[in-house]
């Protein structure tokens, strides 16, 4: 017999003054990255900020190329070059998007993106909450980046390597 399996994922939706002190300076780097956002032919400028263990931020923008598939997405720049830099552990990360000259509007990371971070917050071995933008100028806040994909691919299922 069907069994049905249920999933439920839990986002707080907070106004920008609800945020903490750190929570609103990774989201004003967000949104501050858009700025520098190489996307001449979508026009869709991303921003990604990690508030990182020395309370320091990085942040990364997407990238798009002539070669459409070689662009990249904000939050995948930003994760991959963490990841060049051994040890560091990331606290929060928030993400914001605007159309070139516009407002801030509501979006979700893409499928790829999902899956790095996932993995991502994987390899650290500890949750990253995550702010992303709601709806009428909310911010969602996630506990864990794996809220944003509860099936994720994970490297265990790999052949052994030796």
Request: aromatic share 8%; hydrophobic share 45%.
């Amino acid at each position: 017999m069907a069994q049905t399996l249920n999933l439920t994922i839990t986002a707080d939706v907070l106004t920008p003054a609800e945020l903490s002190a750190d929570e609103a300076r990774c989201w004003q780097a967000a949104q501050a990255a858009t700025d520098h956002a190489y996307a001449p032919y979508s026009h869709f400028h991303v921003g990604a900020a990690l508030l990182l263990d020395d309370d320091s931020i990085a942040w990364n923008t997407n990238q798009e190329n002539a070669a459409y598939p070689s662009g990249l997405c904000a939050e995948r720049t930003v994760l991959f070059g963490l990841n060049g830099q051994p040890g560091r552990t990331v606290k929060l990360m928030a993400v914001a998007a605007r159309p070139q000259n516009g407002e801030f509007v509501a979006v979700t990371s893409c499928g790829a993106c999902r899956q790095v971070m996932a993995e991502s917050e994987s390899r650290q071995a500890q949750p990253i909450p995550l702010l992303l933008p709601g709806p009428n100028g909310t911010i969602w806040r996630f506990r864990s980046l794996a809220d944003l994909l509860p099936f994720q691919f994970m490297s265990d299922v790999l052949p052994a390597r030796g």
